[in-house]
């Protein structure tokens, strides 16, 4: 069984702060895959990143950077300088890479944020 | 331009009415998803059709039938549905790679169809 928790339901920062959405899994498969996306008021689930579990190097994407630790199951994504366009909600999820071509896609339920400005 | 459609995009329908969802991807993707987000719980997946063979089916009521006609579509026919089935439905897509091959990508989703069922 695997899980995704993302115990932040909804944050509210001022336009520029940073923020950081925090994301814990559980697993019982070696190899994984984990993701983010981003939910605007639109509805569709937008792709942000990928990230392998034999590969730990933390990722950054202009404003937007990754932390991933496996030793704590986490994997946290952190927005600097936030900008109004970044209010949405984010998802994290997980899928093993063992079940092969029977991906489980598992969320979380979701961090809402807010960008103030 | 997402590469997933989803029609319609909102639709209200009584618990003795048929209808059907519909997902549309133009990504040259190989297997298609139906999700289901409700409020406040995660978002659940309902069935996974890879190369038009439906692979997954997570214990969905059978008033939920999905057909594949081809790896481009994806419906989902509603019948004599409940309350407590109002949500958002989203369409996903993305490329299965087969043995010996690079893994799957990530998903591709549509913009979701709000259902309202009174």
Known sequence: ??????????????????????????????????????????????????????????????????????????????????????????????????????????FGTGTRLTIIP | ETGVTQTPRHLVMGMTNKKSLKCEQHLGHNAMYWYKQSAKKPLELMFVYSLEERVENNSVPSRFSPECPNSSHLFLHLHTLQPEDSALYLCASSL?????QPLNTEAFFGQGTRLTVV
Do not use: H, M
């Open chain 1, 1 to 106: 069984a695997q899980k995704v928790t993302q115990a932040q339901t909804e944050i509210s920062v001022v336009e520029k702060e940073d923020v950081t959405l925090d994301c814990v899994y559980e697993t019982r498969d070696t190899t994984y895959y984990l993701f983010w996306y981003k939910q605007p008021p639109s509805g569709e689930l937008v792709f942000l990143i990928r990230r392998n579990s034999f590969d730990e190097q933390n990722e950054i994407s202009g404003r937007y950077s990754w932390n991933f630790q496996k030793s704590t199951s986490s994997f946290n994504f952190t927005i600097t300088a936030s900008q109004v366009v970044d209010s949405a909600v984010y998802f994290c999820a997980l899928t093993p890479l063992s079940n092969f071509g029977n991906e489980k896609l598992t």
């Open chain 2, 96 to 100: 299965r790679s087969g043995p010996g």
